[in-house]
Nanobody, 117 residues
């Protein structure tokens, strides 16, 4: 089982990044997916979530209107489009998979996002 994040990097305030999380080793379409982030010295926080079918999404108040989570089940991939980035968005972003019915969860290794001028 693997969740591999990519797309992180350094960007100036106001910029955009698109994170990807490629899944393998499990039935991706069964799993709800989430993005979390952890800033230095802070607890990990939920950023965005999407149901297994992609029919419903939820966002932290701090990113509503700026971030968009999406998924393509045929590609076993979930995305996080991040626009209008601010320094407060800096942190390590983690992909998370959850299959409630089967009681299984998986984490990716994380990708660093740094927003700085």
């Amino acid at each position: 089982v693997q969740l591999v994040e990519s797309g992180g990097g350094s960007v100036q305030p106001g910029g955009s990044l698109r994170l990807s999380c490629a899944a393998s080793g499990f039935t991706f379409s069964n799993y709800a997916m989430r993005w979390y982030r952890q800033a230095p010295g802070k607890e990990r926080e939920l950023v965005a979530a999407i149901r297994s079918s992609g029919g419903r999404t939820d966002y932290a108040d701090s990113v509503k209107g700026r971030f968009t989570i999406s998924r393509v089940n045929a590609k076993n991939t979930v995305y996080l489009q991040m626009n209008s980035l601010t320094p407060e968005d800096t942190g390590v972003y983690y992909c998370y998979a959850n299959w409630a019915a089967g009681g299984r969860t998986y984490w990716g290794q994380g990708t660093q996002v740094t927003v700085s001028s």
